[in-house]
């Protein structure tokens, strides 16, 4: 059985708040773009960590995306594969994406487990981005970092540019083996949630 990680509010907020220096200072991010639903709560409770006096709040920007198994049709027996599909994402037409360009953008999720949706977050990304700056004749470049609460250390089924990963331009609060994370925000009895993370030693 696939062993089970109990995850507080408490904890999650205060590896927001560890993390926040590293990413003031090396990412100095002008806006966020949560990954729903998971990196919601992170999100927001990172952006009163990076907020700067005299300085205004990062804005969140929200995507979904959701993860969806293919099921194999009786063939040979295969891996299932993995599909990622938009739930919402940026508006292309309007100030969304125009507001992307030259900026630091930091993509915040709950966890990294197969990589799948932080593959397809940032190529679509730098893609959708890229074909703004083209369409407004404009020359800054965007960079993209990412803040995760847990990285699952497991074989990876998606791939980050190797670029991001060379310039320390990902930051996981916290590595964990390939186990199941039952965060707060899912749990049926909050009460038993927690009582259950105070059982575990970590
Ligand atoms: O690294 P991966 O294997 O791609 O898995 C990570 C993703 O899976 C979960 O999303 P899910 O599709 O369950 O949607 P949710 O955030 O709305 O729960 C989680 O929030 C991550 O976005
Ligand atoms: N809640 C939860 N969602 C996930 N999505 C991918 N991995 C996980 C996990 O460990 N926990």
Redesign the pocket.
């Known amino acids: 059985m696939v062993e089970k990680i109990y995850v507080t509010y408490n904890q999650i907020h205060k590896l927001c708040q560890e993390a926040a220096p590293k990413i003031l200072n090396e990412f100095k991010p002008n806006l966020m773009i949560a990954?729903?639903?998971?990196?919601y709560v992170p999100a927001r409770i990172l952006r009163s960590f990076l907020k700067q006096p005299g300085s205004p709040n990062i804005p969140i920007q929200a995507i979904?995306?959701?993860?969806y198994e293919q099921l194999s049709d009786g063939g040979p027996v295969e891996a299932p594969g993995?599909k990622?599909t938009r739930t919402q994402w940026l508006d292309l037409s309007s100030l969304e994406m125009a507001n992307l360009i030259g900026k630091h953008v930091l993509i915040v999720?709950?966890?990294?487990?197969?990589?799948?949706?932080?593959e397809y977050a940032v190529r679509e990304l730098e893609k959708d981005v890229e074909t703004a700056r083209k369409e407004q004749g404009r020359s800054e470049k965007t960079t993209f970092s990412i803040f995760v609460l847990h990285n699952k250390d497991k074989t990876k089924?998606?791939h980050l540019p190797a670029e991001m990963l060379e310039n320390d331009r990902y930051i996981a609060a916290v590595t964990v083996g390939d186990v199941w994370i039952c965060y707060p925000w899912e749990a049926e009895d909050i009460d038993e949630h927690d009582s259950m993370a105070a059982k575990q030693s970590i």
């Open positions: 990954i729903g639903g998971g990196g979904g995306l959701s993860l993995t990622v999720d709950e966890v990294d487990d197969t990589r799948t949706t932080l089924k998606g």
